[in-house]
Every structure is written in structure tokens, then in C-alpha cells.
């Protein structure tokens, strides 16, 4: 089952994402999406999420310098 958490940005390449919604399963981002309403079984973080490509290819998640599991 995905992890789903919502933060006031995410940052991926060049853009910043406001009020954004990052789906994490096993290390990997599987969507990332505008926060439009409430939705169950969300975690709040808050702050900044940053979004990165590793050498595969496969966009991770890190906040304050920790990846997102």
C-alpha cells in the first residue's frame, strides 16, 4: 500500500509545486498531485518536499535532507 503525504510545496527540477500530495511505496514516488480537498489516510508533513531522479531514473522523496520511505 502507497504512502500517501501532503506538503505545502514539492519541488521537482525547476518547479515549485504549492499544497501537493506525494504517493511513496517502497522508496519510490509513484504520483504526485495537487491537495484539492481532504483525503483519508493522508499524513501531513508540512514544509518542503523534494522530489529527485536517482540514477535509474526512479524519483525518490526527501525532506530536511532524509529520503521518505
Known amino acids: ?11 521537482i527540477d ?19 498531485y495537487p491537495l484539492t480537498e481532504e483525503q483519508p489516510f493522508t499524513e501531513w508533513l508540512g514544509g518542503t518536499i523534494l522530489l ?5 531514473g526512479i524519483i525518490r522523496a526527501s525532506k530536511d535532507g532524509k529520503f521518505i520511505e
Open 52 to 56: 529527485t531522479k536517482d540514477a535509474n
Open 1 to 11: 500500500m502507497a504512502r500517501r503525504i501532503a506538503a505545502n510545496r514539492v519541488i
Open 14 to 32: 525547476d518547479r515549485q509545486l504549492i499544497q501537493y500530495v506525494v504517493e511513496i511505496e517502497n522508496g519510490i514516488v509513484t504520483n504526485y
